[in-house]
């Protein structure tokens, strides 16, 4: 049974940072890609970023670019999702998903696996 728990979520004011992390257990976390998504109040889940399954290669939401960065840990099967400037009302519960292979996608409905989520909520 594969799991993925989000952790670091919490209240940051604008222009802060951030960091998430995603620890994985039950796979062969090398395996998979990782995507970060977020869901504010009464919106959509949309895309944020992810990494291939070796982490060489990563690709961001227009929105985060620059601004935030996946990175991971393999031997920890960990993922993280730094972020940096944070912007005012941009409060959102962040979900980190895994897929099966290297490919890397935006779409939710592509990702095998879901964490619960974290909540971040930012100040201004």
């Known amino acids: 049974q594969v799991q993925l728990i989000e952790s670091g979520g919490g209240l940051v004011q604008a222009g802060g940072s951030l960091r998430l992390s995603c620890a994985a257990s039950?796979?062969?976390?090398?395996?998979?890609?990782m995507g970060w998504f977020r869901q504010a109040p009464g919106k959509e889940r949309e895309f944020v970023g992810t990494s291939t399954d070796n982490g060489d290669n990563t690709y961001y939401a227009d929105s985060v670019k620059g601004r935030f960065t996946i990175s991971r840990d393999n031997a920890k099967n960990t993922v993280y999702l730094q972020m940096n400037s944070l912007r005012p009302g941009k409060t959102a519960v962040y979900y980190c998903?895994?897929?099966?292979?290297?490919?890397?996608?935006?779409?939710?409905?592509?990702?095998?696996?879901w964490g619960q989520g974290t909540q971040v909520t930012v100040s201004s």
């Open positions: 039950g796979c062969k976390f090398g395996s998979y890609a």
């Open positions: 998903a895994a897929r099966y292979g290297s490919m890397l996608t935006l779409y939710a409905d592509e990702y095998d696996y």
